[in-house]
């Protein structure tokens, strides 16, 4: 396994931009594909961004496309997640996870998760 500790959560407006970062330790982190999935209230969590393990590939949930970007830096161990137009339907808990399987969306597949960091966007 993988351990996984987000960062970079807070309080913005419509409009704005953030980042968050995921620093990992434990297996070796340059071989696992890497996600971001929310999780609003009363609501299941959610695929946002996926990364392969070496980087070149990426995959988006619709609604985040063309506005958020997953990056990974194999070197420091670290996957980001660059937010911008943020809307308050964007407001949730983000929690990065690690899997051994191939770039996916499937929460199932991923098997190391983060303890989560809360982006609220006020309107």
């Known amino acids: 396994q993988v351990q996984l500790v987000e960062s970079g959560g807070g309080l913005v407006q419509a409009g704005d931009s953030l980042r968050l970062s995921c620093a990992a330790s434990g297996r070796t982190f340059s071989t696992v594909t890497m996600g971001w999935f929310r999780q609003a209230p009363g609501e299941e969590r959610e695929f946002v961004a996926g990364?392969?393990?070496?980087?070149?590939?990426?995959y988006y949930a619709d609604s985040v496309k063309g506005r958020f970007t997953i990056s990974r830096d194999n070197a420091k161990n670290t996957v980001s997640l660059q937010m911008s137009s943020l809307t308050p339907e964007d407001t949730a808990v983000y929690y990065c996870?690690?899997?051994?399987?191939?770039?996916?969306?499937?929460?199932?597949?991923?098997?190391?998760w983060g303890q989560g960091t809360q982006v609220t966007v006020s309107s």
């Open positions: 996870a690690a899997s051994s399987k191939w770039l996916t969306g499937l929460r199932e597949l991923y098997d190391s």
């Open positions: 990364i392969s393990s070496g980087g070149s590939r990426t």
